[in-house]
């Protein structure tokens, strides 16, 4: 089944809060794996992978300053929007991380902050190397489950272009995932909510 | 924005337009989707034509009507059902409709015509596809309905009194489009110069709609009459507009959406600004303003309601609009900034319906210095997602205050400021509102509440130092709120400044901003959460348009003289 990519930013969305996370990490979420799956990379599955595990406590970089560590493997929703938020560090220096899981994730964040800043970002992953200037992806190969180190580099050598999606063909697994844990940010319906929840009132047939 | 044209006039403050009694008192504009819509197809030459209408006499069946433009084709797919009574609802839970619709990105083949048969129907129980740019519904009135038809079956055409009452054949409920069920994303069209502004694929569907509708009477007047039934005298039919119910999933959509729903309301003080601005007015602009006012007191006639806040609303504006007569005959509305004083005016003398009214009607001589607005009112801005962690605190806490200095120090815990609760129902996937205190729903609220989480997010930052990206890195928590606090700098009508979860708090009125952008009169509020209107009545249908037809057709000619 195809997609539209706003489908697939709504389910993200509802799907990270139903997960646990704050609404704005959830936008964030939903915004970087739609970006995932206009490049015709598997933003859904990506995602479905990282919920699945964030119940297992993933970690939040303890510092601004220096490598950026946790006291186990870094949430890359976390990782990557500090990483965004931290776009303007890049012109001085490369940033550096340590232990990310789901490090596909990092790359929308490292789009976001090249559209930001007008230049190529350069994310290297375990000595995988990935560019885009947010508009264009250099060719990856299979993204590991999990990164020892990623070093976030600002410039790169870009392609002259790179596949781009208008739908997203998710397997059915992940986007099953993605809608159970949608699931869980739906009150229950009661009698009293659907009665008064959507406005009763005058007829509505005459 | 636009060709830079003086002002001498600032726009008007955020803190007073983003009232929400403000909000819910906007009137239709020059600037209105549906107005942008009639114009540019009538100015571009557009062709309609009905390739398909295969209807039996039990009104059921489908129908295509194509809109040509200079660069592309769009087509209504329509399907007419024979729904049984009990089963009609306007409301989100209905699950069959008199008639549903596709807007389909070109010419549909049968296949395609096929294929829709098959999915349509069900609205959002089935899927459509990136050749879709909407899904909608409509119901009949039922009373109107068979008036009609059984009036031009006998060979009678009906009676104007009935049609003004009710004013619509048949009402729309959603009208789905932007990757809803399936259909094309917005990026898929929003390069396109026709489709370039807010909403105009959606217009352009109830456009067609209504010519459906007409078609449609007429062919039942006929499968019941034979060959006495005549059709519908063309002076009633552009009476006739296309109804619309619209619920509470759409009052989310202005605060899930603040730079869009910024750029409309900026648009419109940029316009109003312009206008103000103007130092002399000619006789013949004076002119065009007294027609429509005369014109629009014709049309708040034929609005009814039966809602006690809107009767309430109506009486004042009626009372509004007899000063204003009054106070217009003896104005020459020609010298020393004439549309700034009778701003000026207005706002010690009328309503908010009122002031609303004028501040809409005074653009209406401007063609040349308001339209050219109209390609700012889309969100092109993608970038304005992005934090800018680099920001010291005190500025978010700045800009914070800007927006909601106002709900700082309200007690956010008192029950009657935050009685309310937004949620999203597991049974229609549907944004609901529910009583916090009475109900199990706060545990499933959504971030529906900006000037709460600006509060709480202002507390936070109390005495922190260093910036943002630090504090957002311990407090996620308040990421939404500080990504709305930045966007503020280049969306300053970008926030309601209003208590949204309060006891108090009227979603009617965030529906009225929306609908009356669309350019919809006649809000009829069916309870304080949703709201009946009227789209295109007294519009010319395809076949009329022209440059003559396109623009004020929504003020009644009847107030002409």
Not at chain 2, 228 to 248: E, F, H, Q, W, Y
Not at chain 2, 347 to 361: H, P, R
């Amino acid at each position: 089944m195809s997609y539209s990519l706003n489908e697939v930013e709504a389910t993200a969305k509802r799907a990270t809060r139903g997960a646990g996370f704050a609404w704005g990490l959830a936008e964030d979420a939903a915004k970087a794996t739609r970006w995932l799956c206009a490049h015709d990379l598997d933003g859904v599955g990506q995602l479905a992978q990282l919920l699945d595990q964030a119940d297992r406590s993933l970690h939040v970089p303890a510092a601004l300053d220096g490598v950026w560590t946790g006291e186990g493997a870094l949430c890359p929703l976390h990782t990557g929007c500090l990483l965004s938020d931290s776009m303007h560090r890049l012109s001085s220096h490369p940033i550096a991380m340590e232990h990310v899981a789901t490090p596909a994730l990092l790359l929308p964040f490292a789009a976001l902050a090249a559209r930001q800043l007008k230049a190529p970002v350069t994310l290297d992953c375990d000595g995988m190397t990935v560019c885009t200037d947010g508009h264009i992806v250099s060719a990856t190969a299979d993204w590991p489950a999990m990164a020892q180190t990623v070093t976030v580099t600002l410039g790169g050598d870009l392609p002259v272009s790179s596949a781009r999606k208008t739908r997203a063909t998710p397997r059915s697994a992940d986007w099953d995932a993605l809608n159970r844990l949608a699931h869980k940010t739906y009150a229950p319906a009661t009698e009293e909510s659907r009665l008064l929840g959507a406005g009763a009132g005058l007829s509505d047939n005459d | 924005m636009e060709a830079p044209a003086q002002t001498t006039i600032p726009r008007r403050d955020p803190a007073t337009v983003m009232r929400l009694s403000r909000l819910g008192s906007l009137h239709q504009c020059r600037l209105s989707f549906m107005r942008q819509l009639t114009r540019r197809m009538a100015k571009e030459n557009w062709s309609f034509a009905r390739p398909v209408f295969r209807i039996d006499e039990n009104g059921v069946g489908c129908a295509v009507y194509s809109a040509k433009g200079p660069e592309r084709t769009y087509s209504l797919v329509a399907f007419a059902h024979d729904l049984p009574p009990e089963l009609r609802s306007d409301r989100v839970i209905a699950e069959a409709w008199d008639a549903t619709f596709a807007l389909f990105d070109g010419v549909p083949t049968e296949a395609d015509i096929e294929r829709l048969s098959q999915n349509v129907p069900l609205q959002e129980a089935g899927r459509v596809s990136e050749s879709e740019l909407s899904l909608s519904r409509a119901n009949r009135s039922v009373r109107l309905w068979a008036h009609v038809v059984d009036r031009l079956a006998a060979g009678q055409q009906p009676d104007f009194e009935q049609i003004d009452k009710v004013g619509y054949l048949m009402r729309t409920t959603a009208v789905y489009g932007s990757g809803k069920f399936g259909a094309a994303d917005r990026d898929k069209i929003a390069g396109r110069a026709e489709v370039q502004a807010p909403f105009q694929v959606e217009m352009l569907s109830v456009f067609l709609t209504r010519a459906f509708v007409r078609d449609l009477v007429e062919h039942m007047a006929h499968a019941k009459g034979g060959d006495a039934a005549v059709p519908l005298d063309p002076a009633i039919a552009r009476r006739l507009g296309i109804g619309n119910s619209t619920g509470l999933g759409m009052a989310p959509f202005i605060v899930n959406h603040p730079i869009l729903f910024n750029n409309w309301i900026m648009v419109r003080e940029e316009a109003i600004a312009r206008v103000r601005s103007v130092s002399e007015a000619t006789e013949s602009e004076a002119q065009v303003f007294r027609k429509l006012l005369r014109q629009s007191e014709v049309s708040v006639d034929r609005w009814r309601s039966e809602h006690p806040i809107q009767i309430e609303k109506l009486a004042a504006l009626k009372a509004d609009l007899s000063v204003l007569t009054a106070h217009v005959a003896a104005d020459d509305l020609i010298t020393d900034y004439p549309w700034n004083r009778l701003m000026t005016w207005a706002e010690g003398a009328l309503s908010e319906e009122g002031q609303e009214l004028v501040a809409s009607l005074i653009l209406e001589p401007y063609a040349d210095l308001v339209d050219g607005l109209t390609s700012c009112m889309a969100d092109s801005n993608g970038a304005a997602f992005a934090i800018d962690g680099a920001m010291d605190v005190t500025e978010v806490r700045n800009l914070i205050e800007e927006s909601f200095g106002w709900a700082l120090d309200l007690d956010w815990d008192a029950p009657e400021n935050c009685a309310r609760a937004w949620y999203v129902s597991e049974e229609k996937l549907e944004p609901r509102m529910g009583e916090r205190f009475d109900e199990p729903i706060a545990d499933y609220e959504q971030p529906l509440a900006p000037a709460r989480d600006a509060a709480l997010a202002y507390q936070a930052l109390n005495g922190r130092q260093g910036t943002i990206a630090g504090f957002l890195l311990e407090h996620p928590e308040h990421r939404h709120t500080v990504r709305r606090a930045q966007m503020s700098r280049v969306a300053p009508y970008g926030e309601i400044r209003d208590n949204t979860i309060s006891a108090q708090v009227l979603p009617i009125d965030m529906l009225r901003a929306k609908l009356s952008f669309f350019g919809a009169t006649h809000f009829d509020p069916r309870s304080d959460r949703w709201v009946r209107i009227c789209m295109y009545a007294g519009a010319p249908y395809p076949e009329d348009l022209t440059t003559e037809t396109a623009d004020h057709w929504v003020y009644p000619q009847e107030g002409a003289v």
